[in-house]
Structure formats: C-alpha cells, structure tokens
C-alpha cells in the first residue's frame, strides 16, 4: 500500500521549511519510526520518520527545496521489501536482525550504527569504527558516538582552535586562489534578518561596567560537592547571572518590557532568554518563570538546552517568548562586546571572559578575578539612567550574593 510523506505542520510562526536531508533514498528499506528526512525551518530542524516498515516508493522534494506545512514530499510503499546486498541475507525477524547485522559487521569488522548515531557520526566526521558501542550485540548508540566527540573536543581544547563545524571545506592546491560558494541555511538567513532588523529599527545603544567575580568563585568552591552532591549538577556562573538579572528587572520593568508598535508591554513575570552558539547558528532557548526558579532549577534547565540544541532536539515551544536575553561570550575568550538585541525585546546583557587584573581597593592594588559586563538597550523604551542603574544592581548583586536573597 503506498502512502504519502508529508512535511510537518510548522507552527504559525513558521512560513515554510527547506528539505535538508533525505536520510533514505528510493528503492532503500526503512523500519518504523526510523528517520528519513529532515526539514529545516528558521527555528529547528524537524524530522520525519517511516509510517511503518517498507521503502521510499518516490522522492518529491529533493534536498534544497521549498516546502510549505504538511505538503507531500515523497511517497512510501508499506510492506514492500528494499533493496539488499548480495551478501547479506534478511534475518526472519526483527529479535534476529540486530544479532545478524551484528554478525555480519562482526565478520567485517565494521560497528553498527543506530540510524540517528550514524548522522551524529557523519555530522562530526567520527569513525564508527573509533567507537565503542554500549548497545545490544555491541551496537553504538547516538550517546555513545556523542561521548566519543565530547572527549576528542575536551582532550584537543588546548590546541589550536578548529574552524566551525559548518564552514566548507575547500581544497586549495598551491598557487590556486579557491573558493566555495554554498546556499545560507533558513536559520542562518532568519538570524542575519533578525540582527539587522534590530540595528535599524532600535535606538540601540550599550552601556558597561565591570563585576569582580571573586565573591562566586569563592561560593562556589565552597560548596560545589555539597551542591553536586544534593542536586545532581554542577553549579556555575550563569545560574548566578539568571538569578540576579531576575532580581533586577523586578526593580526596573522597563528593561524587561517590549514594543509592539505604538504600545510599550510591560511583562509580570521573567522569562529569560539563554544565548546558545550550535553549529546551526545562534538559538536562544527560554528559561521561563524565572523567579520561582532556584539555582539548582536554572542550572539544570540550562543544561537541557545545552543538550538539546546540540543535539538538534530544541521546539520552537522552547524558543518563543522571553521577555530578556543574556550572552556568554566569555566561554569563546571575548573581553568585551556589544551584544545586539533579540527583538521585541528591549535589553540584552552580554557576559564575558573572566581576567585577573590589577584594581584599587581601599587605596592598594590587588589582583583580582574581572568581567566586563555589557547591557545592549533600546532607548526608545529605556532611558540611560535605568539602564545603568540596572547593569550596577546586577554588579552589586553578583559581588555580594547575599543581596539576591535578601533583596537589598
């Protein structure tokens, strides 16, 4: 019985999408539910998978193309039987097939691959065979090819930093001026749209200061085990960040406010944005309520989205909204910057590297743990006075964490 393959239906915020890849092509043999095609949008890449067991009957769409919401891009037939290699032989059922390919590739000495662990491993150029599987009958799981590339990246940090996963590779001989020209993905397009609109819509302007880090960093090592220990997770700086952001725009709600046309819409509550850097581009996941959120809570929603957008797995649920955004540079060694702001928002605040300097304190110089902070602001919303007042009251906060919990 043939069947259609459609595109998902986007979202109302989503236009239409771009087929990305076809993971199966016509004639190949797919099991349920296992991944054929990825549609990219300007938020998130969405995946479709197979109805049932059976083949790609017809390609519609090709990798490139416009789709629109719930369009047919390609037509499956259930039941029938793919295409198979002379050597191999079909197991008689499904308990058999992972113990048959697990043979097979035993005898060829090739891994097997989880259909979503062998595009994790074609994304990041990993070796199947480098990879030790976790699975049943030896198979490599997604997470055991994801723990390979954690730590080839961990044990190659000290080296010299590699271009970004999602630049073209091009082969240059000697004397050859080369160049490649590649097509701007939907969520690199949206981003691009997005900045420049916020540069010419906004009275846009920056205002700095600088946080001493030393009273966390203590915090921390104090009590980092205790902390491991009773929530299951490390804390860091951006919780701390979260928190004391939360706190100042309860004190000035124009920063946490937004423009939608003539009207200026003061928000009730705080939902903070995350900057997260993907080889996609830039996403910025929601932690939403933060108020209510503690440290622990905030440590561990932003490392879901650390996760998720790595793994390509964010919703546009988890993207929508927000009424303030922050940003690390830091982690990447920027100094300083000028963060630009993620509309309709009105403020952004921009973290940085954390550098030992020579400051005066009580009239004797001492080395000391810095930050630069930055605070992006639309002045047609906020003026100078609350934008400085808010990025000291974040300072204060930070080199003084006793005044989150007592609100002073």
Not at 153 to 181: C, F, I, Q
Request: charged share 30%.
């Amino acid at each position: 019985m043939s069947t259609e393959i459609k595109a998902p239906v986007f979202p109302e915020s989503v236009a239409e999408g771009t087929v990305a890849t076809w993971h199966k092509q016509p004639g190949e043999a797919c099991s349920r539910d296992e991944l054929i095609v990825d549609i990219e949008t300007d938020k998130v890449v969405l995946e479709v998978v197979a109805p049932a067991d059976g083949v790609i009957e017809e390609v519609l769409k090709g990798e490139g193309d416009t789709v629109e919401s719930g369009e047919v891009i390609g037509r499956f037939k259930e039941g029938a039987a793919g295409e198979s290699k002379p050597a191999e032989s079909k197991p008689e059922s499904k308990e058999e097939a992972p113990k048959a390919e697990a043979e097979s590739n035993a005898a060829s000495g090739d891994a097997i691959l989880s259909p979503a662990a062998r595009k994790l491993a074609e994304e990041n150029d990993v070796d199947p065979n480098a990879v030790k599987g976790t699975g049943k009958d030896g198979r490599v799981t997604k997470e055991d090819v994801q723990n390979h590339v954690d730590t080839a990246k961990s044990s190659d940090s000290a080296s010299t930093p590699k271009p970004a996963a999602d630049l073209p590779k091009v082969d240059v001989n000697a004397g050859e001026r080369a160049e490649k020209r590649v097509p701007m993905t939907r969520l690199r397009a949206s981003i691009a749209k997005r900045l420049v609109n916020a540069q010419q819509t906004a009275a846009m302007l920056t205002t700095f200061n600088e946080v001493n880090m030393a009273p966390i960093m203590e915090l921390r090592k104090q009590y980092q085990d205790s902390f491991v220990k009773r929530h299951g997770i490390k804390l860091g700086f951006m919780s701390f960040f979260t928190k004391a952001a939360t706190e100042a725009l309860k004190r000035f709600p124009a920063v946490n406010a937004s423009i939608d046309g003539n009207d200026m819409v003061y928000h009730g509550y705080q939902d903070v944005g995350v900057a997260v850097s993907t080889d996609r581009g830039l996403v910025v996941p929601v932690v939403r309520d933060v108020d209510a959120l503690g440290l622990a809570d905030i440590e561990k929603k932003i490392v879901e989205y650390g996760t998720k957008a790595k793994d390509g797995k964010l919703a546009i649920e988890d993207m929508t909204g927000g009424t303030f955004t922050i940003t690390n540079g830091g982690i990447f060694g920027s100094l300083i910057s000028t963060p630009i702001l993620n509309p309709p928002q009105t403020a952004i605040l921009g973290m940085h590297k954390i550098q030992e300097r020579p400051m005066a304190v009580n009239g004797k110089v001492e080395i000391l743990p810095m930050m630069y902070l930055a605070l992006s602001y639309d002045h047609r919303m906020v003026d100078g006075k609350e934008a400085v007042q808010f990025l000291v009251a974040i300072k204060e906060m930070l080199e003084d964490p006793a005044r989150i919990l007592l609100d002073v």
